[in-house]
């Protein structure tokens, strides 16, 4: 959605894995009663991409960055992702004096969102067809091959450095699958 941000179609911007799927998506609409096909397929795509993907790594944080994430954080990112939601959804938020207060604070921004989410579903419905192979080769990073042994050296340089503050961390603690004796071993100062 943030991609819409100018009006213009961006209908060469629609990453092809999710053009497939929603082309998969639509090819499956006959299977569906008419009356409810509208609704089930949008349904289907809020589903795969925004509820399974976006708003499970913006509740969830900790799935893609190193961090604990403070209560304070994870209902900041609820009021967010439901936002998010709300924005998709094609229900009306049907608002009242007993809705909860972000609901309330963020209508107005959800209004607008819907405006630009109709409007991109309506650039995926008519970017061109891509096929399977397109879509492999899209998402095939450029083959790098991984220094494992410069990894390795930068890992035990840092353990080195930080070896005090890491030990002390290492006390016995439940849960710890790692044990001070254990860094121990690895990270002995060299012989000389």
């Not at 943030?2 to 799927?21: F, R």
């Not at 893609?64 to 209560?71: C, G, R, S």
């Amino acid at each position: 959605v943030s991609t819409q941000s100018t009006g213009e179609s961006n209908i060469n911007n629609i990453p092809p894995a999710i053009k497939y799927l929603f082309d998969y998506l639509e090819d499956k609409r006959d299977r569906i009663p008419p009356d409810d096909a509208n609704e089930t397929v949008h349904i289907w795509k809020m589903n795969s991409l925004v509820l399974r993907f976006w708003v499970n790594i913006m509740k969830n944080p900790q799935f893609l960055f190193d961090m604990e994430k403070p209560p304070i954080m994870d209902s900041f990112l609820s009021t967010l992702s439901q936002c998010l939601i709300d924005s998709f959804s094609r229900s009306d938020l049907n608002l009242t004096e007993l809705s909860s207060a972000n609901k309330l604070n963020y209508n107005k921004e959800v209004v607008k969102y819907r405006k630009r989410v109709i409007s991109w579903y309506s650039d995926v419905l008519q970017a061109p067809r891509v096929d399977l192979r397109h879509v492999v080769m899209e998402s095939h990073l450029p083959a790098m091959p991984f220094r494992t042994n410069f990894a390795v050296s930068q890992l035990l340089h840092f353990a080195l450095k930080y070896r005090e503050q890491i030990s002390g961390a290492l006390r016995p603690q439940a849960g710890t699958t790692v044990t001070q004796s254990d860094f121990d071993v690895v990270c002995k100062p060299p012989h000389r």
